[in-house]
């Protein structure tokens, strides 16, 4: 098989993989982190949550290496039953990605993002009361 083929071919199974996962709404969640107990989160921080994962479809991946150990965490729960996991980083390197970790490990993907939006989403979920 050629190197082009090659890339023809993991070009494709990379496409196939992000079309598996699920784009239904969040419905309810929980906040925490290694050091906090979790608490839920409110209406205002699911629709933050809801309207930022929208604005930000595109920028994920299926995940091929393993992350550093995040530091906050939100389980989620979506509309269609299923639920997961987004995790924050705060190593270089890592503070504009996040993790989503599906209960179905080959639907676990990261999303790479600009610092400043990762940090914004991160705020509003740990600061909404």
């Excluded at 050629?2 to 993989?17: D, E, N, Q, R, Y």
């Excluded at 996962?21 to 290694?34: A, M, Y």
């Excluded at 190593?91 to 504009?96: A, D, T, Y």
Aim: net charge neutral; hydrophobic share 35%.
């Amino acid at each position: 098989m050629t190197h082009l083929h090659c890339v023809i071919l993991a070009f494709g199974l990379s496409i196939l993989l992000l079309g598996c996962h699920d784009d239904s709404p969040v419905v309810s969640g929980e906040i925490g982190g290694p050091r906090a107990n979790p608490r839920p989160l409110n209406t205002d921080q699911v629709q933050v949550l809801n309207k930022w994962l929208r604005d930000h479809h595109g920028g994920w991946s299926p995940l091929f290496v393993t992350p550093p150990a995040g530091n906050l965490s939100v389980t989620v729960r979506q509309q269609s039953g299923e639920s997961g996991r987004l995790e924050f980083f705060p190593q270089e390197g890592w503070k504009g990605a996040l993790v989503y970790w599906s209960k179905t490990p080959s639907q676990n993907r990261v999303g790479t993002f600009a610092v400043d939006q990762v940090a914004a989403l991160r705020q509003e979920l740990e600061n909404a009361q």
